[in-house]
């Protein structure tokens, strides 16, 4: 079974992250929040799940943490057999990196024995802190994984993070993607 | 008559009437040919090249008058009968303009030469000698084909005028030729550009020299107005125009201060969902950041075109993402063989693959 983990904060997107990626209708399990986030009545309280139908019959199993920290006993079980992590983090909350050092802190070993990569959500309402502030934060314990900028509902973000994090597993892979060009 | 125009071909008619002259001034304005709005009539003193009259009484003597005083000007005659004159290039009246133009053409390239003159200015005349002299493809034992120097070229203009745009907080905007700019807003860090897509990636191989540019500082109220007037102006993250110029004018080579014989390592990852991705730029970053190694032997191990590589260095390079000093981070390791493949290499590459083609 392969798979890919989604994790994060309420409110971060990962249920739209898992959305623009996944060929079935994402099956979630929410119910009214008692989270603190922006206009979001509803939040995930068990998983997300989607899938990715590979052309060679496989398939990529995409699952989606709860946010609510209370929910953490599922994060372990639900990350065991996974390819890599995708960890969401959003911009605008107040302390954006309380969030980064906790998550990290609960995949920790997850993370160091598969890939990381983590997209930073919101950062067209709060500029600040950086990209280049948040691998400052993650320089501490060692590691470079990709960080990027997205949106949840931008379908390309969420393939272009699937792409590096599949890159940081694996340098020799290639795909059809790099046909595109400028025209050399 | 103008006294000289910069960036153009200054040309003096001799022993020409005032409707004959009228005419020439209108042959320059209005028919097509790479010339076009680039030749001017000018006093004699400050002509690149000399158009004579012979049919003129006075015809002969100014043809020598001006191999006098100006032995390295070259002089077309025009004449009924140009074969009278020696040892000069005559076209017979009445002319033919598309012979004008060659003439022109041979003549102006003649100057530049024998004086390695000034730049005559129109972009696409230049481009034109540009990709005459760049033919030759990349080659890794030809040192001149392998760097660049940013400052000749757009790229270093710019960066210096990004540099003085945030440092004095003020806009700048760059004036181009047929009202085509680039405005720099240091607050927001964007960049207004109202120059064809076609245009830029020719412009951004042209030597600086070459450009005709010119800047200006603007306020927030006449940056606001060209917004409303220029309906077709872009707007771009200041980080993603600098990446993608510089890919462009890169164009397989590496800044001149670059030491292939140091290795390079990578900051950290450029952030691709908001650059433009290019061809193995992701795995170059996946191995950059991993691993210290020398430019010349990434094509090796990811096995990929040369240009690439150094395209992406240059790119990385100019927002500030590599670096060759030793370096003390001990998340690098310099790569002593090749990565091995991922148990699941497989999977990978058909996920990978379901994304790019969906």
Known sequence: MHKIIFTGPVGVGKTTAINAISDIPTVSTEQVSTAQADNKTHTTVALDYGMIRLNNGECIHIYGTPGQGRFNFMWKILSEGGLGLVMLMDNSRDNPFDDLHFYYNEFKSF??????IVGITHMEDKKTPTISDYHEQLRRYHINPPIFEVDGRNRDDIRSMIQALMYTLDIGIVDLDSTKNYNH | ?????????????????????????????????????????????????????????????????SLEQYPSRPNIIIASDPTVV???DGMTKPLNIDLLWEFIDARYQQTRKTTQAKAVSGVHRMINQQKQENKTPVNIDDSESLYYQPADYLQGYLQAKIQCAKQEKTYFKLNFRENSMIIIDPVQQMIYIDLPTMLLKQISQISRQMLEIYSEKISETQLNDIKVKHSKIQVYRL???????????????????????????????????????????????A????????????????????????????????????????????????????????????????????????
């Open chain 2, 287 to 358: 191995l950059l950041v991993k691993h210290t190694c020398l430019l010349s032997s990434i094509p090796t191990i990811l096995r990929i075109p040369e240009y690439e590589v150094f395209n992406f260095y240059s790119a990385a390079n100019v927002i500030g993402l590599t670096g060759q000093t030793k370096c003390t981070d001990n998340t690098y390791i310099a790569l002593t063989t090749k990565p091995e493949a991922h148990k699941k290499r497989n999977i990978l590459s058909a996920l990978l693959s379901h994304l790019g083609i969906k």
């Open chain 1, 111 to 116: 993370i160091a024995a598969n890939a990381l």
């Open chain 2, 239 to 285: 980080e993603k125009f600098l990446w993608d110029l510089t890919y462009l004018t890169a164009n397989g080579r590496v800044p001149q201060d670059t030491n292939l014989s140091q290795q390079v390592f990578l900051q950290h990852w450029p952030n691709f969902t908001r650059l433009t991705k290019t061809p193995s730029a992701m795995r170059i970053s």
């Open chain 2, 86 to 88: 020696n040892h000069a």
């Open chain 2, 1 to 65: 008559m103008n006294t000289a125009y910069q960036n153009s071909i200054n040309i003096v008619a001799l022993g020409l009437d005032l409707p004959s002259l009228t005419r020439l001034k209108s042959l320059f304005k209005v028919f097509k040919s790479i010339y076009k709005n680039e030749c001017h009539l000018v006093e004699n003193d400050n002509a690149d090249l000399c158009i004579i009259d012979f049919d003129d009484p006075k015809g002969n003597a100014l043809w020598q008058q």
